[in-house]
């Protein structure tokens, strides 16, 4: 089993600048394909950005067009975290932010959404225009 907890939400005005981190424990996530995911009041969970791992690359990152070129997923597997770095926040990116889990990605490190096992609890970010 895999526990997450984020951390490092919080309330912030547009253009600011927040970095969320997802640390896990139980075993390591070393091998696994992390990901971010948000959730605004009364919509869909929506895919905010992935990074997968490789022993001879270092692994990929992948993100919603949404997100791209603001925010930045790296991982520390010495650490057992993952963080998310949000720059140029808007207000549309107020959700409540969620971490999550993959342990057997498919071929460069992508996941399906029904194959993330583990997910943390969500931390609220919350951006003021």
């Known amino acids: 089993q895999v526990q997450l907890v984020e951390s490092g939400g919080g309330l912030v005005q547009a253009g600011g600048s927040l970095r969320l981190s997802c640390a896990a424990s139980?075993?390591?996530?070393?091998?696994?394909?992390m990901a971010w995911f948000r959730q605004a009041p009364t919509q869909e969970r929506e895919f905010v950005g992935a990074?997968?791992?490789?022993?001879?690359?270092?692994?990929?990152?992948y993100y919603a067009d949404s997100v791209k070129g603001r925010f930045t997923i790296s991982r520390d597997n010495a650490k057992n975290t993952v963080y998310l770095q949000m720059n140029s926040l808007r207000p549309e990116d107020t959700a409540l932010y969620y971490c999550?889990?993959?342990?057997?990605?498919?071929?460069?490190?992508?996941?399906?959404?029904?194959?993330?096992?583990?997910w943390g609890q969500g931390t609220q970010v919350t951006v003021s225009s």
């Open positions: 990074i997968s791992w490789s022993s001879w690359s270092g692994g990929s990152t």
């Open positions: 999550a889990a993959c342990p057997h990605p498919r071929g460069l490190g992508y996941c399906p959404i029904s194959e993330y096992n583990y």
């Open positions: 139980g075993r390591t996530i070393m091998s696994y394909t």
